[in-house]
Structures are given as C-alpha cells and as structure tokens.
C-alpha cells in the first residue's frame, strides 16, 4: 500500500510538472497571438488614417 502511495504521489508530482509546462507554452503561444493580432490592428488602422486624410483632402479640392 505504502508503495502505491508513493507511486500516485509520483504521478501526481509529474502530471503537476507538466501541466505548468502546457499552461506557460499556452501562455506564451497567447502572447504570441496578440502580438500579431495587435501588428495586424495597426496596420489597418494606419490605412484607415490614410484613407480618412485623403477624403478630407479630397472634400476640399471639390
């Protein structure tokens, strides 16, 4: 019994050790993501400046 105690609590040591591995890669995989998404956000907000200032400039020109 006792050995199978020590087993479980091996196991659950392990599965703890690699959880906290998968959560900080889940972590740094999100990281990652919204440092894209936030590049692709500027991006397109930069064109929509650009757009905006040439329909201002294009509304005084007529």
């Known amino acids: 019994m006792k050995?199978?105690?020590?087993?479980?609590?091996?196991?659950?040591?392990?599965?703890?050790?690699?959880?906290?591995?998968i959560k900080e890669e889940i972590d740094e995989n999100a990281k990652n993501y919204r440092d894209d998404v936030l590049t692709k956000l500027d991006e397109v907000m930069g064109e929509l400046e650009t757009i905006r200032e040439e329909n201002i400039l294009g509304n005084h020109h007529v």
Not at 5 to 20: A, P, R, S
């Open 3 to 21: 050995k199978q105690n020590t087993l479980d609590l091996v196991t659950k040591v392990f599965l703890e050790i690699k959880l906290d591995e």
